[in-house]
Nanobody, 124 residues
Framework: QVQLVESGGGLVQAGGSLRLSCAASGRTSSSAAMGWFRQAPGKEREFVAG????????YYAESVKGRFTISRDNAKNTVHLQMASLKPEDTAVYYC?????????????????WGQGTQVTVSS
């Protein structure tokens, strides 16, 4: 069992930056691949970025490549999503997900555990 708690969301102007954090707890958290997803109003939840359990492999959606960076600190059981050059279309609730295997997948069904989400709003 893995428990996830996101933080760091807020209101930012276009072009600004935010850093999201996901604190994980549970026996398997350090061996789990982690992902960030987001869901905008009226849209389906979509994959944003993922990182393998070791942190050695990272993956990004095309829409955020070059602007977002995912990282993890296994000593602190924390995953971060550094977001830069934010756009109004990045506005969404951001969710942290964990899957109890080392490698990343981009599907919602591939993740067994979810946090409660944190709101990111980018104003134009």
């Amino acid at each position: 069992q893995v428990q996830l708690v996101e933080s760091g969301g807020g209101l930012v102007q276009a072009g600004g930056s935010l850093r999201l954090s996901c604190a994980a707890s549970g026996r398997t958290s350090s061996s789990a691949a982690m992902g960030w997803f987001r869901q905008a109003p009226g849209k389906e939840r979509e994959f944003v970025a993922g990182i393998s359990s070791s942190g050695g492999s990272t993956y990004y959606a095309e829409s955020v490549k070059g602007r977002f960076t995912i990282s993890r600190d296994n000593a602190k059981n924390t995953v971060h999503l550094q977001m830069a050059s934010l756009k109004p279309e990045d506005t969404a609730v951001y969710y942290c997900g964990a899957r109890p295997v080392p490698w990343v997948r981009g599907g919602i069904a591939d993740y067994d555990y979810w946090g409660q989400g944190t709101q990111v709003t980018v104003s134009s």
